[in-house]
């Protein structure tokens, strides 16, 4: 269990208070997860001298909307005036995208940056901050992921945090290819910029 405490204004109240709102906003299996990323995400915080308390809420509230219904996400496309475009993918892209607006409206947290590492956690995007590369890979390599290479993207993790951004952007869009997945336009993006280098 981490002993961070939250000092700045960013959440208005303790990580105790954090970690009760999000068990009651999921299952115990994902809660799990979640914990797990906090976890994750806190380690790569302070290999990169990044502020442990901005990556404990990120990693926390990541999947704060990931198990709402469709329904409820599409009348927060409209409601919160998000593209259009929304309206045509699914919970996987949701749940970043549109969850950065649960976060916001209910939660009360409105940094840019820890709604953007929201937004950002699944597919990346062409420009990444510290954060948003920390929750990203965090949330691949937490101790309950069990996959192929997920021993290789850790041991990348600990040395080179963009190089984890590549090698997971790699590999995900490879599994999606493999299994003839859609991918989502982002996602082509991320992969040009973090692993082609175009």
Do not use: C
Request: aromatic fraction near 10%; proline fraction near 1%; hydrophobic fraction near 40%.
């Amino acid at each position: 269990m981490t002993n961070i405490v939250y000092t700045s204004n960013i959440y208005s109240g303790t990580r105790a208070d954090l970690i009760s709102k999000i068990k009651q906003a999921v299952s115990s299996k994902r809660f799990q997860h979640i914990l797990g990323v906090e976890k994750s995400a806190i380690d790569l915080a302070q290999k990169n001298n990044y502020s442990l308390e901005k990556a404990s809420i990120a990693a926390l509230v990541h999947d704060y909307a990931k198990e709402r219904t469709d329904q409820e996400f599409k009348e927060a496309i409209l409601k919160f005036n998000l593209s259009s475009d929304l309206l045509n993918w699914n919970n996987f892209i949701w749940h970043g995208v549109v969850g950065a607006e649960f976060i916001k409206t209910e939660l009360g947290i409105e940094d840019e940056e820890i709604l953007n590492a929201v937004r950002r956690h699944t597919v990346g995007d062409i420009e990444m901050t510290t954060l948003d590369q920390i929750v990203y890979v965090a949330d691949y390599i937490e101790e309950g992921r069990d996959f192929p290479g997920v021993k290789e993207a850790r041991l990348i993790a600990a040395e080179n945090l963009k190089a984890a951004v590549s090698f997971e952007t790699k590999h995900t869009l490879q599994f999606l290819m493999e299994n003839n997945k859609v991918i989502y336009p982002a996602a082509i993006l991320t992969y040009n910029q973090w692993v082609a280098g175009k």
